[in-house]
C-alpha cells in the first residue's frame, strides 16, 4: 500500500494548519507532471495545504488569451507568496504544436513586469556534486534585474542604404535626436529602454535581500562603454546605497561595490562564494546560467522573485523539460531532476509560514530541503547527478522513486 493512503482522521488532523492560501502556479510538460508527484507524495499527507490555484499550461493560457497569467500575478500581489512551476514560452513551433491563437509572451516576463521584481538565483550546493571551480566554498546568488533591455526591444530589418536614428518626442513635442547608423545596405537595429523607477527597485530589491540574507552585494554593468544607459545603472545604485542603505550595510559588516562586468566575471572565479552578484536583465540570464552550471545543473538552481513591496514568487529556474515529457508520453521511464521545483515549494512554504507565524511550516520547510539533500548525499539520485557526482556506488531512480525515497528519507528524520 502507498504511503499516502494511509492516512485517517487522526492523521489528517495532525497536518499542519496554513493561515493564508499560496498562490499556485501550474505549469507544463515534465514539470507539470513532477509537479503533481511533489503535492501527492512530500505535500499533502503533512500539509493542510491551502492554495488559490491558476493553470498556466499553455493550452489553457491559449484558451483564456493569456488573461490567466495575469489574473495570477494580481492574485500574487494580494496574498504575497506565490509558487510556480515552470512554463513553455512558445515559439513557431509550438504555435503549431499547440494550435496556438497567438504567440503568447513568457509567463516569468508577464509576472516579473507586473510585480516590478527582482530574480535572485542560487545554486543548491550537495555534497557529492562539487562545484567546477572548486574554490567556490558557498553558494554565489545571481540577482537579475527583471524589467527591460533585450526583452522589451524593438527591432528592425533594414532593407538597404539609409539613416538611422534615435527618437524621442517629449510630451511638449520637443525632439531628441541621434544617429545611430548611415547605412550602405542592408543591416539590423535594436532599441532597448529601462525607466529610472524600474531600476530604483531593483536596486533597493537587491540592498534590502543582501541585509535579508547577510551577504555581501556586487553590482556589475559595463559603463565604460554604454555611457549613458549603463552608467544610469551605476548611478542609481549609488545613490540608493548612500542615502538609504550604506548605514545599514556598516553596521551589518557587509560590503557593497560597483565593477565592470569583464572585471566581476575574472574576480567571481577566484572567490569563494557567498555573496550577492547583481546584473542587468541579459547580463544576470546568461551568469545564473554559468553558475548553476558550474554547480551541476539548472535543476539545482532556486529562484526566487521579490517584488519591491515584498511579495515574493518562487520557482525552479529551469524549463519544462521537454525531451523527457515526450518520452513520458510514450510510456518511458525518466528520471527527471526534481530538486529546484521541491525547493521552489519549500521556499514558499517557508516564506508564508514566515508572515503568518507559523514556525512548523517554516520547520517542514527546512525538514524537506535536508531530507532532499540527505537522499543525494546517500548516493540515490537521478541520471543527471550521476553523470556528474563523485559519490561512487550511486542508485539512478527514476522521477517518481527519487521522491518517493525522499520521503522515506524525510520521515526517517527526527
Known amino acids: ?244 542603505y550604506k548605514e545599514k550595510f556598516e553596521a551589518a559588516g557587509l560590503e557593497y561595490f560597483y565593477t565592470l562586468i569583464d572585471d566581476a566575471v575574472a574576480r567571481v572565479m577566484k572567490t569563494k562564494g557567498g555573496f550577492i552578484w547583481a546584473c542587468k536583465n541579459y547580463d544576470g540570464d546568461v551568469m545564473s546560467d554559468m553558475v548553476s552550471s558550474a554547480c551541476g545543473s539548472l535543476a539545482m538552481m532556486t529562484s526566487v522573485l521579490v517584488s519591491p513591496d515584498g511579495v515574493y514568487e518562487y520557482e525552479a529556474a529551469h524549463g519544462t523539460v521537454q525531451r523527457h515529457y515526450y518520452k513520458h508520453l510514450k510510456g518511458e521511464e525518466t528520471s527527471t531532476n526534481s530538486v529546484a521545483t521541491i525547493f521552489a515549494w519549500t521556499g514558499a512554504l517557508r516564506k508564508r509560514g514566515e508572515l503568518d507565524e507559523i514556525p512548523e511550516l517554516m520547520a517542514f520547510a527546512d525538514k524537506l530541503e535536508k531530507a532532499t539533500l540527505q537522499t543525494i548525499e546517500s548516493g540515490k539520485m537521478t541520471k543527471d547527478l550521476a553523470l556528474i557526482t563523485e559519490l561512487e556506488d550511486v542508485t539512478v531512480l527514476n522521477s517518481e522513486q527519487f521522491i518517493q525515497e525522499i520521503r522515506t528519507t524525510m520521515e526517517a528524520l527526527d
Open 1 to 244: 500500500m502507498r504511503l499516502c493512503q494511509r492516512f485517517g482522521m487522526e492523521d489528517r488532523m495532525a497536518k499542519i494548519q496554513m493561515k493564508t492560501p499560496l498562490v499556485e502556479m501550474d505549469g507544463d510538460e515534465m514539470t507539470r507532471i513532477l509537479w503533481k508527484m511533489i503535492k501527492d507524495e512530500l505535500l499533502l499527507p503533512y500539509i493542510d495545504l491551502k492554495t488559490e490555484y491558476y493553470d498556466l499550461g499553455l493550452e489553457y493560457r491559449n484558451e483564456t488569451n493569456d488573461k490567466v497569467t495575469f489574473d495570477s500575478a494580481e492574485a500574487t500581489k494580494k496574498y504575497g507568496v506565490a509558487v510556480k512551476c515552470a512554463t513553455i514560452t512558445p515559439n513557431a513551433a509550438r504555435m503549431t504544436e499547440y494550435d496556438l491563437k497567438e504567440m503568447w509572451k513568457s509567463p516569468n516576463g508577464t509576472i516579473r513586469a507586473a510585480l516590478d521584481g527582482t530574480v535572485f538565483r542560487t545554486p543548491i550546493q550537495v555534497k557529492g556534486i562539487e562545484p567546477c571551480v572548486k574554490n567556490w566554498e558557498k553558494p554565489i546568488t545571481l540577482a537579475r534585474h527583471a524589467y527591460g533591455d533585450v526583452y522589451k526591444n524593438t527591432e528592425i530589418k533594414v532593407p538597404g542604404a539609409g539613416k538611422a536614428e534615435l527618437v524621442f518626442t517629449a510630451e511638449d513635442g520637443t525632439e531628441i535626436r541621434e544617429l545611430i547608423h548611415q547605412f550602405d545596405g542592408s543591416g539590423i537595429i535594436q532599441g532597448i529602454h529601462n525607466t529610472d523607477k524600474s531600476i530604483t527597485s531593483f536596486a533597493r530589491a537587491c540592498f534590502s535581500y543582501a541585509l535579508d540574507t547577510k551577504q555581501d552585494l556586487w553590482f556589475a554593468t559595463k559603463d565604460t562603454i554604454s555611457k549613458k544607459y549603463d552608467h544610469n545603472f551605476k548611478d542609481i545604485f549609488a545613490d540608493v546605497y548612500e542615502k538609504e
